[in-house]
């Protein structure tokens, strides 16, 4: 009886403790484009604060989702919602940091970076009007390079993507016949003969395993997996790889530094070096906490990442935020308020806990 009673014990204290660090625990859901930023953010804070963080990378779509049902104490999106999305479901928009998506490919002799494609070409290639790798558009980028005759194996997203939202906001932006035919969504209805998988873990899995395969994934993906990437032809004319530096030479060149607005895509800047497919990717939380406890805990995450992780979020291959943008995303953070109106961000603002590590040149 004795034994029963102390296995009982046991059992219980496990529970308790179990049910205390879950209630420590920060959750989060959507873009796999930030998954990198979280895992490398998560490790660092746990080891600072003791917090837990579980983040589901879902995609954007269902990360918005899962916060405006209140299932995830905040939801990641690669597009940020507009001002009457917000107001109709009481949410707060802020972004953390600055990648890109890259077109990747699997051809054999073909090494990284090393074929060159137009936007128009790109996009004529996920309409299926270019369909062979050795076709004369892509032939004619390319002089020099042993282009195999085999059919082009298209890998797309099939869940709700920020990355294609971005993705598909480029080649509107370049090409008339894509803007005609699709648009800008976070997802379509794909031909059937595309290889459509979810996640950006999906796509690279898809193209790594499929030769003659293109896809497009947000950059950590294609640095985590050493993926073949291309260079693309952009606004100023110049064939531009995806990198941490052509990133910020299109962010330079945007609203987001010259204005501290974080509302338009960062796609098709102007700038001899810059990628033309870089995007923000960004937060969403309630304006209003039902839980102030929980919500202030994941807000001083937040506080404690744009303080100290600057340098976390380099080796996660992103950008920071400029300083007139990562003040804009201070100032949604003290604005978010408990039931009775008392201001949880703003008390908040004045804590700072931890000293600033290693940070990247500010913008």
Same mark, same amino acid.
């Given at each position: 009886?004795?034994?029963?009673?102390?296995?009982?014990?046991?059992?219980?204290?496990?529970? #308790?403790?179990?049910?205390?660090?879950?209630?420590?625990?920060?959750?989060?859901?959507?873009?796999?484009?930030?998954?990198?930023?979280?895992?490398?953010?998560?490790?660092?804070?746990?080891?600072?604060? +003791?917090?837990?963080?579980?983040?589901? !990378?879902?995609?954007?779509?269902?990360?918005?989702?899962?916060?405006?049902?209140?299932?995830?104490?905040?939801?990641?999106?690669?597009?940020?919602?507009?001002?009457?999305?917000?107001?109709?479901?009481?949410?707060?928009?802020?972004?953390?940091?600055?990648?890109?998506?890259?077109?990747?490919?699997? #051809?054999?002799?073909?090494?990284?970076?090393?074929?060159?494609?137009?936007?128009?070409? #790109?996009?004529?290639?996920?309409?299926?009007?270019?369909?062979?790798?050795?076709?004369?558009?892509?032939?004619?980028?390319?002089?020099?390079?042993?282009? !195999?005759?085999?059919?082009?194996?298209?890998?797309?997203?099939?869940?709700?993507?920020?990355?294609?939202?971005?993705?598909?906001?480029?080649?509107?932006?370049?090409?008339?016949?894509?803007?005609?035919?699709?648009?800008?969504?976070?997802?379509?209805?794909?031909?059937?003969?595309?290889?459509?998988?979810?996640?950006?873990?999906?796509?690279?899995?898809?193209?790594?395993?499929?030769?003659?395969?293109?896809?497009?994934?947000?950059?950590?993906?294609?640095?985590?997996?050493?993926?073949?990437?291309?260079?693309?032809?952009?606004?100023?004319?110049?064939?531009?790889?995806?990198?941490?530096?052509?990133?910020?030479?299109?962010?330079?060149?945007?609203?987001?530094?010259?204005?501290?607005?974080?509302?338009?895509?960062?796609?098709?800047?102007?700038?001899?070096?810059?990628? !033309?497919?870089?995007? +923000?990717?960004?937060?969403?939380?309630?304006?209003?906490?039902?839980?102030?406890?929980?919500?202030?805990?994941? #807000?001083?995450?937040?506080?404690?990442?744009?303080?100290?992780?600057?340098?976390?979020?380099?080796?996660?291959?992103?950008?920071?935020?400029?300083?007139?943008?990562?003040?804009?995303?201070?100032?949604?953070?003290?604005?978010?308020?408990?039931?009775?109106?008392? !201001?949880?961000?703003?008390?908040?603002?004045?804590?700072?806990?931890?000293?600033?590590?290693?940070?990247?040149?500010?913008?």
């Amino acid at each position: 009886m004795k034994k029963s009673l102390t296995a009982i014990f046991a059992a219980a204290l496990f529970c #308790l403790q179990a049910t205390a660090l879950l209630a420590q625990t920060i959750s989060g859901a959507g873009s796999s484009a930030a998954a990198p930023i979280y895992r490398s953010w998560a490790q660092a804070y746990q080891k600072a604060a +003791g917090v837990g963080f579980a983040y589901e !990378p879902v995609g954007s779509s269902a990360g918005i989702k899962k916060m405006k049902a209140r299932e995830t104490h905040f939801g990641a999106s690669d597009v940020s919602p507009s001002d009457a999305e917000l107001a109709k479901d009481g949410l707060v928009v802020f972004p953390v940091a600055i990648t890109g998506v890259s077109p990747v490919v699997n #051809l054999a002799k073909v090494g990284d970076a090393q074929l060159r494609l137009t936007g128009d070409v #790109l996009a004529r290639i996920f309409l299926g009007e270019i369909s062979r790798w050795n076709a004369t558009e892509i032939a004619k980028l390319n002089p020099g390079t042993a282009l !195999p005759d085999t059919p082009i194996q298209v890998v797309v997203r099939a869940d709700g993507s920020g990355t294609t939202y971005n993705f598909s906001d480029y080649l509107a932006k370049v090409s008339p016949a894509w803007k005609s035919a699709y648009g800008v969504k976070s997802s379509f209805d794909w031909p059937k003969s595309f290889m459509a998988v979810k996640g950006s873990d999906g796509v690279t899995k898809a193209v790594k395993e499929t030769t003659g395969a293109i896809g497009y994934v947000d950059f950590g993906y294609v640095k985590e997996n050493t993926l073949m990437t291309v260079q693309l032809k952009n606004r100023d004319g110049e064939f531009t790889k995806p990198s941490i530096d052509t990133f910020r030479s299109a962010l330079a060149a945007s609203d987001w530094v010259s204005k501290g607005s974080f509302t338009g895509t960062l796609t098709n800047q102007i700038g001899k070096s810059a990628w !033309p497919i870089t995007m +923000g990717t960004f937060v969403v939380l309630p304006g209003i906490a039902d839980q102030p406890d929980q919500a202030l805990r994941m #807000l001083k995450f937040f506080v404690w990442a744009f303080v100290n992780g600057d340098a976390l979020v380099q080796s996660s291959n992103f950008v920071r935020l400029p300083d007139r943008v990562q003040a804009s995303a201070f100032k949604a953070i003290a604005s978010i308020r408990d039931k009775s109106g008392a !201001p949880i961000g703003m008390a908040l603002m004045a804590e700072t806990a931890l000293p600033r590590q290693g940070a990247d040149k500010p913008m």
